[in-house]
């Protein structure tokens, strides 16, 4: 097990599940490349925190690592809503061309 993922585990654990702690335990879990893992823990913080904006494009990314597509466009739709609600227009046209490449492809 990496250092970091245990470090953002004992954070858990203690008590600390704001939106960036869960994030960053679905980007280690996608960098250590357990996918299924990490789509879940993107799965968890879209049910306590669905506002948070940045998990949207890397879940549709992990997504589509593992081959499914619905599954990527669905995070990538919902992404792009959030990002409109929120005015940002960064994650804006980062998820819209995410959601483009994937068209692309289908």
């Known amino acids: 097990m990496s250092k970091r993922l245990e470090a953002i585990q004992k954070m858990l654990a203690a008590g600390n599940r704001d939106a960036f702690t869960r994030y960053a335990l679905a980007m280690e879990l996608k960098g250590l490349g357990r996918n299924d893992e990490s789509l879940a823990a993107f799965k968890e913080l879209r049910e306590v925190d669905p506002a948070y904006v940045p998990q949207y494009l890397m879940a549709g ?11 990527a466009r669905a995070w990538y739709e919902q992404g792009l809503e959030r990002a ?3 005015g940002d227009s960064h994650a ?3 998820i819209q061309t995410a959601l483009e490449t994937l068209s692309a492809r289908a």
Do not use: F, I, M
């Open 92 to 94: 804006l046209s980062e």
């Open 84 to 86: 409109r609600s929120k």
């Open 61 to 71: 990314g992990v997504a589509e690592a593992l081959g499914q597509k619905d599954e």
